[in-house]
């Protein structure tokens, strides 16, 4: 039986000491990639291949998929790193202290630890499966208010304009039925807002497997409901997908409100 907790000490040593990377940046300079929205900067490369190099040596038979890999590996190896070296490009291009390194460890599929951390602020955001999530070692859990009475996150989808018009629809209705709205520039965060009961909803019409592998767990074990816009199970192996979390209140309310 594997034990979790000591993956997760690999995990959040890598994290803790790459970051130190994101926090000496400067001159941060853009690279396009699929478009102008879709960057990347050496510090990404650099934060990934720091975290690579640490957790092959932790896990020598562990396999990677990660955000600025050439060659990913199977989602469905028998131990998997799941990686975005940094989440939240564009705000740390521009300037804008919200952003975090997101790690996923899953076994065939299956999500077992994960951290996501966000150096600006030292928050480390952890959980391990059935062990719950926490914040800096403090258990977390989701708020499960009505949207009346919550704030929602969502993601503008950004490298994937055809679907603007469904999001901002979407945001312009949730808006009327919440407090307020927030978009913030990074998923894995997002999805530790609701974790950490913060916000009550977060929603994004496509996001890639490395942006909420390890928010996804962690928003999970604090009881949070997470499931694709059709109210589906959200599956590792589908790589990319939408996603509704939050409290089964707020993201129920949601789904009602996406299909009007
Ligand atoms: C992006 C951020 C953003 C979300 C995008 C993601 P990146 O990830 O998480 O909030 O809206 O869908 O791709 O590119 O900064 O790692």
């Not at 900067?41 to 932790?58: C, F, G, I, N």
């Not at 928010?215 to 997908?241: D, F, Q």
């Amino acid at each position: 039986m594997m034990d979790y907790n000591a993956i997760l000490c690999h995990i959040t040593d890598a994290e803790r000491e790459a970051a130190k990377l994101m926090l000496e940046a400067h001159s941060v300079m853009a690279e396009q990639k699929s478009s102008r929205r879709d960057v990347v900067t050496e510090y990404d490369r650099r934060v990934q291949e720091y975290l690579m190099q640490r957790l092959r040596e932790a896990v020598p038979k562990a396999r990677f998929f990660c955000e600025e890999q050439e060659k990913k590996d199977d989602i469905g190896a028998e131990q998997l790193f799941i990686i975005d070296p940094i989440d939240g490009t564009m705000n740390f291009v521009r300037g804008f202290h919200h952003s975090c390194i997101s790690i996923g460890y899953a076994e065939q599929g299956v999500l077992k630890a994960a951290a996501v951390y966000n150096p600006y602020v030292d928050e480390l955001f952890t959980a391990t499966l059935g062990g719950g999530a926490f914040l800096n070692g403090k258990p977390i859990h989701a708020d499960d208010a009505p949207l009346s009475e919550t704030v929602v996150c969502f993601g503008t989808t950004p490298y994937d304009i055809s679907l603007a018009p469904r999001c901002f629809t979407l945001a312009q209705k949730v808006f009327g039925a919440s407090l307020d709205v927030r978009r913030e520039g990074s998923a894995a965060l997002d999805l530790c807002s609701v974790a950490a009961g913060r916000a009550g909803l977060y929603f994004e019409l496509a996001i890639s497997l490395w942006d909420y592998a390890a928010g996804l767990l962690i928003a999970r074990e604090a009881g949070c409901v997470c499931c694709t816009m059709e109210g589906r199970e959200m599956k590792l192996s589908a790589g990319k997908s939408s996603v509704a979390a939050g409290g089964k209140t707020a993201v129920e309310e949601f789904l009602r409100l996406a299909q009007e």
